[in-house]
């Protein structure tokens, strides 16, 4: 009998622990080979240049949500249903063609190396970040009230996302 409670037990507590769902869009754009040496020479210049309206560098965009479910059982209203959500885009320079001087594309494979590898970074902090929130809010316990338990999900996720966030800013 005792095992048959813990098996309920893991069944019911695992629509709680759902793991955090990760969307990413990686789309590239492509770089002009002609404009590539001036653009170098701007992105030493400053990072963040644009030509054109366009970014000539990885730049990166993310969105963490949460949503949930309140559920009462006898006096005890508890957060069920639990799901993260982290939405990451990282759009990557290429070139329309390949650099006509070996030195110059090696180099040029090297920054794209490092560019994406230092987006990677990004999307494991905002990960990091998102799954922190999640075990934030797993902690809730129940209420007596469902409408007290969904505002303060709602709220203390919210608080607990901008803490964690300064953290990484700081």
């Given at each position: 009998?005792?095992?048959y409670g813990l098996f309920i037990v893991l069944?019911?507590?695992s629509s709680v622990f759902a793991k955090t769902k990760l969307i990413e869009n990686d789309k590239p754009y492509n770089i002009n080979v002609e404009q590539l040496q001036n653009i170098f020479?701007?992105?030493i210049e400053d990072p963040e240049v644009q030509i054109?309206?366009?970014l000539f560098h990885g730049g990166q965009t993310w969105?963490?949500?949460?949503k949930f479910s309140v559920r009462g059982h006898g006096r005890k209203c508890r957060l069920k249903n639990l799901k993260m959500q982290l939405a990451i885009r990282y759009p990557l320079p290429t070139l329309d063609k390949p650099l006509a001087n070996p030195s110059e594309?090696?180099?040029?494979e090297q920054y794209q190396d490092a560019l994406k590898k230092h987006q990677l970074g990004h999307k494991k902090i905002a990960l990091e970040i998102t799954e922190t929130?999640?075990?934030?809010?797993k902690a809730i316990r129940g209420f007596r009230s469902c409408d007290e338990l969904e505002k303060l999900t709602w709220e203390h996720g919210s608080e607990a996302f901008n803490t964690i966030l300064v953290k990484y800013l700081i």
């Open positions: 009998m005792k095992l069944l019911t507590s020479n701007k992105i054109d309206d366009q969105k963490s949500t949460w594309q090696k180099a040029w929130v999640q075990t934030e809010l």
